[in-house]
């Protein structure tokens, strides 16, 4: 197995909730429909408007049930970022026929940019 570290990003994120909110990033299947595992190493979340927003990242899980938000309606002010991970890692996955999805919200339309890096196939 190769690891490979990957970078995915999202300019202008929508005001969609939860399992209709942008998706930034899909884990992706392995060889031949097999599973396979990343790890979530960051999620920056950039305010691009002028004023203050409120940002939410949403991990759609690949069974269909046990979604749940990272985090929630986090405050972003002007022309600043959040860093969602501070240090935490994310593992995330896909069963072969099931993909863990990272999707991505805001309370401003075309006022976020969201950035996710990885290290896939682990």
């Known amino acids: 197995m190769a690891n490979d570290f990957k970078r995915f990003a999202k300019p202008n994120v929508g005001t969609g909730t939860g399992a209709s909110a942008d998706a930034v990033y899909t884990v992706p299947a392995g060889s031949g429909s097999s599973a396979l595992e990343s790890i979530v190493i960051g999620i920056t979340l950039a305010n691009k408007h002028t004023s203050g927003i409120t940002a939410s990242v949403f991990l759609d899980n690949e069974d269909g049930s046990n979604d749940v938000y990272i985090v929630k309606g986090a405050s972003i002010p002007a022309g600043s970022s959040l860093e969602v991970m501070a240090g935490n890692k994310l593992v995330v996955q896909n069963d072969g026929s099931n993909a863990d ?20 196939d682990v």
């Open 101 to 120: 999805v990272l999707r991505v919200e805001s309370s401003r339309a075309s006022s976020l940019d969201a950035t996710i890096t990885v290290l896939e």
